[in-house]
């Protein structure tokens, strides 16, 4: 019997359908011995079994996004709702109650309870609702373990590892910079040495260097080799690494090893070259040996003679006597040492550059232990960590046949894993996952993997498609079963007939006959072709190919249509707004249903521009970046001025520098006022003054010295009110500085730049230069987001559409090369090295950055360089795949001018013919070979013979010219376009969603409110609760009240720890939880004691030991503690009213009566405590009505319990 099931789902195939079903199916059903389903249903379970409740909390759904997260527990709640509604007769009935009740045995009756009540359950506990990310869930497993780790138990998360990286290397250079002989010599001494290497290298190539310069090359290289300590392909070095950094001189007795091999090697080289152009005499040597002769290092490893001297030492064509001279025939004795330099110099040039690439790095590796403390030290300081220290902090504890305590101490018994988008998870996280999963099988509990590896494009991000493609299932050989491979399992339900035959047809040839370095066949497409359902099978639609016509050369021109550099690229961006409009105008679709697909976010800025230009209204994160807002350029222009006036000195020729320095940023800011001012007045102010005018007087002003003494007036009287935040700093300039209309017209850029401001300040602090550096090295600004109801065009990247689908996709760059040129660097094992530089000396892993020289030079990195390649193939094939299978209805694709040159044609008609699939061009043009080759002899695939003839239609047949090829017809939504008009948002940026990033604290991404409970509005004129004395987040009136506030929550949280009385007298729960709640409020764990004696107290006389209060605190499935309630928004339909969370204290089912009990630290009683446990048994006994209800406020310091009235 298979536990686990892997479901290769294609792109359309109802991946989210089938996890949502299996998560159902999970949470309904109860298995048997002998593997059968029975609903989890009173009338349906085996004799003597009772109805198991909260089957959600032992159910783990992984998704790959919080967007993603957030969809599928709105999709579960949904169809849960639908099956918990029995239909009327004739009426539509819910999408999955014929599988259930199929599945189940059950009736329709049976399963509508089944569901209600499941669903209530799982909105009465939603925080044990465990649907989230996989980063998520390791977050919350490093929450639980904070003690051990060493680590705070309230510390931010950070996405951004570039800063953290920057800020490091900046620490670092600064404190270099400023360290003494002794400094530089010791601790700092790796730094040191290699800093003197580059300054050698640079002085003997006549090259300037300056390690300070932030955008140089030198410090390029560093951010470059200190990002790789962060990827996970590291990992499994780090240790050893370190210890080898730990032995004395090792990274020096590593250069001195590569430098005298490399200068052996060259020795050996020449003394063999030299003897065999002894051995030459006078005779005539052949061309190619001539030249190997001539050249102790080879020009060029493209040159026919080196290609010659390759294939002589690695392709096993050796020389031989006869390949020397042209007429003369030598001896082998005379052709010994001639072919002994022959047949060896490519192999000595193979082991050179091997270790010349790797020179390179040496000097660096000391820089590993020095960026990594200081970085470490910036976590400590900061209380933040990055988002990948979970995986790889738990990492160390995983053991892999067992499954570490760390899980067990998170409190949750999760038995069934269903996780999603898998060819997205990198080999780390699975070997953390891996055990529980291992748990699950061996314990007999169902399992679902689901993914798809022909959409694996995230390897960026360390995704290992592998895992999905083989690996899992070849370690879990005899207990699952694979689904979605088979014809009949690979529906897709999203696109019409004709882009899933061309997808089929294309992407099939492609993967058969794609020329790719060492490999000839793409395994991940084996399932490509998909079976269209029978309600789609009249459901048409078009695909297009949009060919720009070659352009014809000057007659004296050459004809070699290779060399197309001068091509415009204008065309492209015309026929897509054209396509656009007659698909919004003549088509009837919205302009919401049209998206268009971009590589790169350069290019989704190409496409906002054409299309606001052409008057489209366009929806595009990149067009919603703050900074391309005015008076977001403003208020950075005028922190800049400000930095530039604190930073003048006392030194005359530094004053007088900077001073213009200072000059030319006011005149620029004033120029930015100008302009806007233009703008606003259409062309001349309300003065009547022309903008030329406004210039004018701004030039004046530059000529002769003066910065506008009204402006600097102004400047200077904010700088000197020294404010102490960059967010108060930029509130002050946007009162000062900015027109009113301006921040009222881009007030939500002007509200994410504070958002930005405040979480840069959170966790970088406030120096106003470290900010700048900052914001200069982003290569993409945060962004605003405005209504998903929005109308207009969405322009997003291909990377970002994965997942998503649109009724017109538009793909205008389709140009990228399948193997890019684009440098990539990684760790790899050093075993390659140890035929060259000797195992005591060599490191467990070298560094290298991979480029075409190691397969021209047949290095000993070449099969490294070789597979890379084959990556980088796979991510642009497989990029492709996700770009065409988005559209619904309609797919047109542009090919580029310049690979449209690059086509042949026929030379009678033009027409495009068939050419080779070769690796190095750009997709677009092997997209349009395919199409032109596949004709009705192309093979059907084994197991797809009959199915479908349209599969391997002669597609070439629907080029109508030699510019355009259409596949369909034109189409039209399925839909009233003026119906839907009616309640589309008109393109709104006026309300501005704040896109955090920070990791939620526990599975769920339910947010605590516990903590602010007392401080409900007091109607009355009594004291307010001590949290209402907080003057500032975080501030207090007096330390009185702020220690009462700490108590209050210390308390709160061990007391949701404790299950039964016994258990505030058993160390062994008692100590963990006090810790940890201390350590959560207070940041330490010094003091746990005093909250341990102090709870004890709590419990003494009159406490728990009261027979009618222990009922409160006894562990049954009818006690919960601190279990959250979703309360649905009131409207809906208002962005504002996102819902409620209500979290009491604990809730009892004794004797048949629901009793809410809430704890109160404060001595005194307020009424507002009472409306608090009203609203708690109001909504309660809404959900269950069945119940009588009481509520409870227990005073635990006064040993009071008072009973609170309701009236419902």
Known sequence: MSHLTIYK???????????????????????????????????????????????????????????????????????????????????????????LTDLFGCTRRQLAEAANDAMRQIIFDYSQFHVSTIDAFFQNVLRSMAFEFERQGDYDITMDSDAVINFAIDGLLEEFNMADARQRNTELRPLNDWILRKMEEAVREGRDFNIFQSKGTVRRDIVEFVHSFFDEGFVEYSKAMGEWLGRDDAIQNFKDAVDDKIKSLKAQLAMQMDAARNAVGGRKLKGEISNILKNNEPSNPETKYYKRAMAAVFEEMPFGPADIFKDYTPTPAEAQPILAALNSYAKYWADIKTLEMQRKYIGMYGLQKLVLDRVEQWRRDNNVLLLSDAADLISRFVSKDDVPFMYERMGVDLRHFLIDEFQDTSRLQWNNFRPLLCNSLASGFDNLIIGDEKQSIYRFRNSDSSLLQHEVADEFSEDYQLKGVNPGENTNHRSAVEIVRFNNTLFHYIAKYIELPGKTHFDSFDNVIQDIPERHRDLHGAVRIHIPPKKEKDAGAATDVADTNDVEDESVEAAMIKSIRRQHDEGGYRWGDIAVLTDTNSQASGCVAALIDAGIPVMSADALEIDRARSVVFVIGIIRLIANLWNITDKATDKDQKTRRVRASMMLCRFELALYRNDMNGGADADGDTFVKTIEEVMDDLANGRMGDDFREQLEHIVSLHPSTLMSLADMIVATFVPPEMAQREKVYLSALSDTLMDYSNLYGNDIYDFLNWWDRQSKHPTIKASGDTDAVNVVTIHSAKGLQYPCVHLPYMDFELISIRSESEWVTSKDLKDLIPGEVLPPAVFISYSKAMDEYHTSFKDAYMKNCRAKATDSINKAYVALTRPERELDIYISPKSSQALTRDKDTGAITADGLEANKPFDVILVNAVAAIDNNTPVPEGYEGRDPAVTEALAEHFESATEYVYGVDTHPEYDKDEKDDTADD??????????????????????????????????????????????????????????????????????????????????????????????????????????????????????????????????????????????????????????????????????????????????????????????????????????????????????????????
């Open 987 to 1208: 393109l709104n940026y006026g309300t501005y969603i704040r896109d955090d990033t920070a990791i939620v604290t526990r599975v769920d991404a339910i947010t605590r409110i516990d903590d602010g409970e007392e401080g409900f509005d007091d109607e009355d004129d009594e004291p307010a609760p001590p949290e209402a004395h907080v003057l500032v987040d975080g501030i207090y009136e007096s330390e009185e009240i702020r220690q009462a506030a700490i108590r209050g929550k210390v308390l709160h949280e061990v007391f949701s720890g404790i299950r039964r009385p016994e258990d505030v007298d058993d160390d062994e729960v008692m100590i963990p939880l006090c810790r940890c709640a201390s350590a959560h409020y207070l940041r330490h764990t010094h003091n746990y004691k005093t909250y341990l004696d102090d709870l004890r107290a709590l419990f003494g006389d009159g406490g728990t030991n009261d027979a009618g209060l222990r009922r409160w605190f006894a562990e049954t499935d009818d006690s919960m503690e601190e279990q959250p309630i979703f309360v649905p928004p009131v409207h809906p339909e208002d962005e504002d009213d996102i819902g409620r969370l209500l979290r009491p204290d604990r809730v009892v089912i004794h004797e048949g009566v629901m009793e809410v009990v809430d704890f109160k630290f404060t001595t005194r009683e307020y009424p507002a405590h009472h409306r608090q446990v009203h609203e708690y048994c109001r909504i309660l006994h809404m959900i269950y009505p069945e119940y009588p209800i009481k509520g409870y406020l227990w005073y635990m310091d006064r040993h009071a319990v008072v009973s609170v009235q309701l009236d419902f």
């Open 9 to 99: 789902a294609s792109a359309g195939s109802g991946k989210t359908y089938t996890l949502t079903l299996q998560y159902i199916t999970l949470l309904l059903g109860v298995k048997d011995a002998d593997g059968v389903y029975h609903l989890n249903h009173k009338e349906c379970l085996p004799q003597g079994e009772g109805v198991q409740r909260r089957r959600h909390r032992h159910i783990l759904a992984v998704t790959f996004t919080n967007k993603a997260t957030e969809e599928m527990k709105q999709r579960i709640l949904k169809e849960l709702q639908d099956l918990a509604d029995e239909p009327e007769v004739g009426a539509k009935d819910a999408a999955y109650a014929m599988v």
